[in-house]
């Protein structure tokens, strides 16, 4: 009998044990769903009371509760969807997303580092020690932004095309990333010299590492993801601050210029990273359709373009790196190379090739965009 549980505390562990459970529950069942389990659990004290030949114990009640299982494991077996943060058919992905944000997160926090040290504004232990702090809050905020990312994904009915419809020509991608590991590396190191007389030849690892336009768009939406976060600081990485660089050389103000070109472009560049992270997720998503990256193609290039024709004609940098004609430009690149005597503007002949190859290459992304819109191929 159900009243035999010793005086009234033992049906009080009962009774406390099924309201956990039913504060844990969805209102639209909780009624039934705790009514089932009261019969299972006095079925069980029943069981247990023929078995002792006496009414059981507050102990031995809660020995018996704790067998039916905790209030929120049990609560969970009854609730509709993911029982896990992410499950295990997206946990190779989130794996993955985050190898490959953090080697991109390294990768920045090392130039950061470098530029430091060579303007000569911190000493390199000082700079070192900043950086590994900086990593390592910044990981934990990369590790979390693809966590809520997958968090969400786990929880659609639909997952996305590059998850559910994988392709063979989308593999080549994760077989770099399975080399994003510390024994990988350190079996590099171990064989030293070995390893570099029995590597690939060039061609051998390009090939084996072919991506697909669907897996080069998901690389491409953690980089520029974990780009954005650094430009707008969400990110605690080792950054460079303008104003940290301020200095003249050959006459130049270059720190009061870069402030003024970060402070002009910050909008422009904070939007051109985030339509493209967008659109890198609806390239992958869509299985990487030719037109669909060759609109891209067009749009972020002309954007591209844009943006460095600016630097050119209007930005504080254009009367430093500005040439009139293909002569003047030709003149500054020789005097890079010419040491017969100081001519100085060395890193404004610099900063002038940069800009202009840039937008050679914008241009020509463009073309190729449009190239791909005619053919419908990649």
């Known amino acids: 009998m159900i009243t035999g549980i010793e005086g009234e505390s033992g049906m009080d562990l009962v009774e406390r044990y099924l309201k956990a459970v039913a504060a844990q529950l969805p209102k639209a069942t ?3 769903i ?3 389990l009261r019969d299972e659990i006095m079925g069980r004290i029943e069981a247990l009371e023929a078995r002792l030949g006496r009414a059981p114990g507050d102990e031995e009640v809660e020995a018996l509760l704790r067998e039916v299982g905790h209030p929120l494991t049990v609560a969970a077996r009854y609730r509709s969807g993911p029982q896990s943060l992410i499950g295990p058919e997206l946990y190779p992905w989130w794996l993955f997303a985050v190898k490959t944000a953090l080697v991109v997160m390294g990768c920045v926090t090392l130039i950061g580092l470098a530029v430091r040290v060579l303007v000569g504004d911190i000493y390199l232990g000082q700079a070192i020690g900043q950086s590994f702090g900086a990593l390592f809050s910044g990981a934990v905020t990369v590790i979390g932004v693809v966590t809520l990312i997958g968090f969400v994904l786990e929880r659609q009915e639909k997952k996305p095309d590059f998850i559910a419809k994988w392709r063979v020509k989308d593999l080549g991608l994760f077989e770099l990333g399975g080399d ?4 990988t590396w350190g079996e590099r190191l171990a064989r030293g010299r070995d390893a570099a007389r029995t590597a690939k030849p060039g061609p051998a690892v390009r090939k084996s590492a072919e991506m697909s336009p669907a897996a080069k768009a998901v690389a491409s939406a953690i980089a520029w993801a974990v780009l954005l976060l650094w430009w707008t600081g969400l990110l605690p990485m080792a950054s460079i601050r303008p104003e940290d660089l301020a200095g003249s050389l ?4 270059y720190g009061r210029i870069l402030v003024q070109i970060v402070d002009a472009a910050y909008w422009p560049v904070t939007l051109f990273a985030a339509a493209r992270v967008v659109f890198d997720l609806l390239r992958a998503a869509s299985g990487g359709n030719a037109r669909l990256t060759a609109v891209g193609d067009i749009s972020f290039g002309a954007a591209a373009a844009w943006g460095l024709s600016w630097l050119w004609f209007w930005s504080p940098l254009s009367p ?4 009139g004609t293909a002569t003047d430009f030709f003149d500054r690149v020789r005097s890079l190379f010419d040491r ?3 001519h100085g503007g060395e890193l404004a002949a610099l900063l002038m090739i940069i800009v202009v190859w ?3 290459g914008e241009v020509w992304r463009v073309l190729r ?5 005619i053919v419908g191929r990649c």
């Open 180 to 183: 994003l590991d510390a024994e």
């Open 34 to 36: 705790v009514a089932e």
């Open 369 to 373: 965009g449009v190239g791909r819109m």
């Open 358 to 360: 840039a937008f050679v």
């Open 340 to 342: 017969t005597g100081d």
């Open 250 to 253: 050959d006459g130049v103000d």
């Open 320 to 323: 430093v790196i500005w040439v």
């Open 30 to 32: 909780r009624d039934d």
